[in-house]
């Protein structure tokens, strides 16, 4: 087992598409476990293949909590093939030390994927619970786009990199999400008159 060097924002490694895995080597499988060792080592939710160097898709997800029992799950080749809603998002990311910004993301998401062993399997995260939000956040990395991408407020997301070291926003990768920004806007409208209303 060994804990790999994790890519900084700026290696273009991060904004490479990733290649499908054709089949689950040994060395595949060493890969995976070094991630997972990797990812708890930084205390992270989640890591994708090429935040280590690896243009692969695969990634890592554990979202147990502090007082329950580590649950890492494997995604080698995952499609997304259901989302719906909107939510806000709070993210930082291994690849961006420090770095904390707002990002819109699906709220409801059913992926497909591989297990380690090679086995399909489903997996439905709803209500913008972490998994939900940690699938697409992950998923984006096999694609080269990064959480930033997502950037509610590009004027904070400006200033969060700049006060952590990191390169600026790139103005060409950021994703028009005009249709999620609409629906969580009209969620917050409507959260804040409620909070009026008590
Ligand atoms: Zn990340």
Redesign the pocket.
């Given at each position: 087992m060994a804990i790999l060097k994790i890519l900084k924002y700026g290696d273009e490694v991060l904004r490479k598409k990733s290649k499908e895995v054709s089949k689950i080597s040994k060395k595949i499988r060493i890969l995976i476990e070094n991630m997972i060792d990797t990812m708890y080592a930084n205390n992270g939710v989640?890591l994708?293949a090429p935040?280590v160097g690896e243009n692969l898709r695969i990634f890592v997800i554990d979202v147990s909590m502090d007082d329950e029992p580590l649950n890492p799950m494997v995604f080698v080749n995952p499609k997304i093939i259901k989302k719906s809603g909107a939510i806000k998002s709070n993210e930082g990311?291994?690849?961006f030390p420090k770095a904390y910004v707002d990002v819109r993301r699906y709220k409801n998401v059913m992926v497909k994927a591989l297990d380690i062993n090679g086995r399909p399997f489903v997996i439905e995260a709803k209500d913008g619970e972490l998994l939900a939000r940690a699938l697409q956040?992950?998923y984006d990395?096999l694609d080269g786009i990064?959480?930033i991408d997502h950037s509610r407020n590009i004027f904070d997301a400006t200033q969060v990199l700049e006060e952590n070291n990191l390169p600026p926003l790139e103005q060409d990768k950021l994703v028009c999400e005009d249709e999620l920004e609409e629906e969580i806007v009209k969620q917050e409208k409507q959260d804040s008159a409620n909070n009026e209303g008590k």
């Open positions: 989640g994708a935040q990311c291994l690849s956040h992950e990395h990064l959480f």
